[in-house]
């Protein structure tokens, strides 16, 4: 496999994880993790608009009468992602939440090689395969249960409720991820213009998450966005949007040339990997929760998992 693509997929990875981070700082600014989700979307949107003028790849959205309508719908995997990472972190921690996400990608990106959904090469499983899976999901386990024998000391306290409901949320954050890829990778041989595709998930991704936070606002389930508060943000807090858009747009390019599985695995050992430096530094501000021998195992047991997989 080419050095580039590996370097390529780590770096996305990377991104993923500072990405929910920096989201953080917008959602205290703007009040509402929906508005932030929103704002943080329709930037990315305008700057992948203003790549695509640049390079003249406007001209494919022409074609997007003759699209399938379930092909314009990779985006709204987005809102859901970028809204989860925003209510999760505080709660479980960055690594206990990306290792969620990541199990989530795994098992979905596992599903879309062995029966070959959505149009993607249909790949034998392997023992690697496998053993890579139940790693991954032994990581996650030990993981959470390390967060829970922790207690809340370092952030809000989960109800019983809570426990529960908070890590399927990741689980399902997560396993959206792969079946956006694949969907922008198949939208991407209709249009075969990377950056258009790319403006298509991310303004459907706009328009998805503009609707539920009117929704929310009306129903009085969520406050009005603030806007005077951006001013006094750290710079880094913009840039959810930029790492979201090279996300999105790295891996429906990899999906096709190296496979859902290894894409994922690749992608998801940045994001393990800084997620863990993340917390145990407490950058971003966010509360430091030192790498324990627990979650450390639980960590080891992710990246493991990963390898197997990229190895299969």
């Known amino acids: 496999m080419h050095t580039a693509l590996l370097a390529a997929a780590l770096l996305v990875g990377c991104l993923l ?7 953080l700082q917008l959602t205290k600014a703007v009040g509402t993790p929906y508005g932030a989700s929103a704002l943080q979307l329709a ?71 062995l029966f070959g959904l959505l149009g ?16 991954v999901l032994a990581g996650i386990v030990v993981i959470i249960r390390a967060q829970r024998a922790a207690g809340a000391a370092t ?22 991820l792969p079946v956006q890829g694949a969907v922008n990778a198949r939208l991407r041989a209709r249009l075969d213009e990377p950056l258009a595709v790319a403006v298509v998930s991310f303004t459907v991704a706009t328009l998805a998450i503009a609707a539920v936070l009117l929704v929310l606002y009306a ?26 858009a090279a996300y999105v747009t790295g891996t429906f390019l990899l999906i096709p040339a190296v496979g859902a599985a290894v894409t994922v695995a690749l992608t998801v050992t940045g994001q393990q990997l800084t997620s863990a430096l ?29 390898l197997a997989i990229q190895l299969a």
């Open 43 to 113: 930037l990315a949107a305008a700057l992948l608009t203003v790549l695509a003028a640049a390079a003249g790849a406007l001209g494919a959205l022409g074609r997007l009468p003759d699209v399938d309508g379930p092909l314009l719908l990779g985006g709204l995997a987005s809102p859901l992602y970028i809204t989860s990472g925003i209510l999760l972190f505080p709660r479980l921690g960055a690594l206990a939440a990306v290792g969620l996400f990541v199990t989530g990608q795994m098992f979905a990106s596992l599903a879309l090689d």
């Open 155 to 176: 952030g809000p306290a989960l109800s019983r409720a809570g426990r529960r409901g908070w890590p399927a949320l990741g689980l399902v954050a997560g396993a959206v």
């Open 278 to 306: 993340i917390d145990h530094r407490g950058l971003f501000r966010l509360p430091r929760r030192a790498l324990t021998p627990p979650r450390a195992t639980g960590l080891g047991l992710l990246l493991a998992g990963s």
């Open 120 to 135: 993607l090469v249909r790949r034998e499983p392997s023992a690697w395969v496998l053993l890579g899976a139940l790693a």
């Open 219 to 244: 129903t009085g389930r969520t406050p009005r966005p603030r806007l005077a508060p951006l001013r006094g943000m750290p710079w880094w807090g913009w840039l959810g949007g930029a790492c979201a």
């Open 17 to 23: 994880a500072v990405q929910a981070s920096a989201n």
